[in-house]
């Protein structure tokens, strides 16, 4: 075993008199990759949480380069030597890109913030991470993937012994991950120590050295991932034999309920067409910027169509110009970002549950107890772990905040229902139940379209697949043609019009 540079003794946390982590005890060497895995809840983020001193253990302690310390908030863990880029952004969205990676820290020179150098350090910072995001953009004008770029060019500011990822990854691509990745081996390289969370199994064999499982709060292994797969992974964390990931797939009905023609957004989509069927999936692959969102956004009046397109509700053409219009015809959108504005996290459970649909509550005053009974309901069928139903939602693990947004997004009862990348950060048995449970939904005759990176994914649960490139449809997949080879050919243009 090589140089410890991280030693936890007995740290345990508690959170109102709830033991969340227990007795972890971990050494984790200096330009080691270490993995942390478990379901959503065992207690991740609350772990790295109390090494970059955002909480305090209730019990226990760390040792940093042999020496115990004791770090009061992240900018004394940042002073030795800890970063760590946040599971939820921490940017402050009025603020340039330059500005947010040297809040607290800033550059400066006689007295004088040295806004030029700020600004040529974040130019190198994006250009190692190969990206061409502006210095000077506002953080609001960037896409997901921008903002978590930006997270990480701010923990790289700081030369950092420690570096701490929380779910990196969940809103990269592919090409984005592997410069990411590439990144974390020249780090590694030069003795930076990573500690790495995510949900991905796959990207943990393949980028740590060793990988730990918490269940619960508590430790169930530390092992070299030589030696663990993925399915020994997902078992130790879930604690039992996992049953068939993808549901079977259904028939669905010759019924046409959902059209979209000829629908196109100034500069960024350009004739859309495709129709959907009552109980179908029709999964929609691409790369990023192939206008995927754009089009979902488009259709529920986020985003203003031009005049030439049409969409019709089963056979009937409607006018859809904002989300209260899409929730009228019974089209549901659950986004990509939740964070931005599918879940309020000031808000407890039930009223996040039951806040698009608030006037079927609404008699003359609103009916909580229905509303009660129904976000239990969710509680139970989605396996929410939470305090109480009158928790509010910043208090939740990440993943259990995606799962409200879905239950939030199924209370109307759509008879459509646009799912963006609906298992982002959540845990192989929860994304397991999301699809058994979006297949549930097309067998009672729910239409479904789903959006997402993970090709997987798309195969395994789509009956046909629409692939867009550029703003445009280049081909629309059934059969034994979905599969990963033909996809991608459509999706990078050496197949279809583009
Ligand atoms: N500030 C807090 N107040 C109360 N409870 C909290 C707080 N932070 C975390 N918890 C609780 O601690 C438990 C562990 O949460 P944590 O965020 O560490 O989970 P996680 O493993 O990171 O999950 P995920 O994969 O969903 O991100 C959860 O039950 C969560 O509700
Ligand atoms: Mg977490």
Redesign the pocket.
């Known amino acids: 075993m090589g140089e410890v540079l991280v030693k936890t003794s007995g740290i345990a946390k508690e959170?109102?008199g709830v033991r969340?982590l227990d007795d972890i005890n971990i050494e984790i060497e200096r330009g080691e990759i270490f993995g942390i895995i478990?379901e959503?809840?065992?207690?991740?983020?609350?772990l790295v949480k109390i090494l970059s001193g955002i909480y305090t253990p209730t019990e226990g302690g760390v040792s940093f380069e042999g020496t115990d310390v004791s770090i009061g908030d992240p900018i004394q863990a940042k002073a030795i030597g800890i970063s760590m880029i946040p599971?939820e952004f921490n940017l402050i969205k009025e603020l340039s890109v330059y500005e947010n990676i040297f809040l607290g820290s800033e550059l400066t020179g006689k007295g004088f913030l040295n806004k030029r150098e700020m600004k040529s350090r974040t130019v190198k910072l994006l250009e190692e991470l190969r990206t061409s995001i502006h210095p000077e953009e506002k953080i609001e004008k960037l896409s997901v993937a921008q903002k978590q770029m930006v997270e990480i060019a701010k923990a790289l500011a700081h030369d950092s012994k420690l570096l701490i990822m929380d779910e990196p990854t969940t809103v990269l691509t592919q090409n984005e991950i592997s410069i990411l990745f590439d990144l974390m081996r020249r780090l590694k390289d030069r003795g930076v120590t990573i500690i790495y969370i995510s949900?991905k199994l796959k990207e943990i064999r393949e980028i740590c050295d060793r990988v730990m499982v918490?269940r619960d709060g508590l430790i169930i292994s530390i092992s070299s991932t030589d030696d663990v797969d993925e399915h020994e992974m997902a078992r130790k964390m879930v604690g039992r034999e996992l049953s068939q990931i993808f549901p079977e797939k259904t028939v669905p009905s010759d019924e046409i309920v959902f059209q979209v023609e000829n629908l196109s957004v100034k500069n960024t989509l350009n004739g859309i067409s495709f129709d959907l069927r009552k109980g179908e999936i029709l999964g929609f692959a691409g790369l990023v910027g192939a206008g995927r969102t754009e089009l979902a956004e488009a259709i529920i009046g986020i985003r203003k169509k031009e005049s030439s397109s049409t969409v019709s509700v089963k056979g009937r053409r409607v006018e859809i110009r904002s989300p209260i219009d899409a929730v009228k015809n019974k089209i549901a959108y659950l986004s990509e970002d939740r964070q931005g504005s599918g879940i309020i996290t000031a808000f407890d459970l039930i009223n996040n549950i039951t806040l698009i649909s608030l006037p079927s509550y609404s008699r003359i005053l609103l009916d909580r107890k229905l509303q009660k009974e129904k976000a239990q309901k969710y509680v139970d069928e989605f396996n929410i772990?939470a305090?109480s139903l009158r928790t509010r939602l910043e208090?939740?693990?990440?993943?259990?905040q995606q799962k409200v947004s879905l239950a939030k997004s199924l209370d109307p009862e759509p008879e459509v229902f646009i799912f963006d990348e609906p298992t982002r950060g959540i845990?192989v048995n929860a994304k397991r139940e999301i699809y058994h449970f979006i297949n549930e939904l097309v067998r009672k005759g729910v239409s479904c379209i789903l959006i997402s990176s993970e090709l997987e994914e798309i195969i395994g649960m789509s009956n046909r697949v629409v692939v867009m490139r550029e703003g445009k449809v280049t081909g629309i997949l059934e059969g034994e043609h979905i599969n990963e080879e033909e996809i991608m050919f459509y999706a990078t243009g050496l197949k279809g019009v583009a």
């Open positions: 959170f109102s969340v478990g959503n809840g065992a207690g991740k983020s609350t599971q949900h918490l772990r305090a208090f939740f693990s990440g993943g259990n845990d």
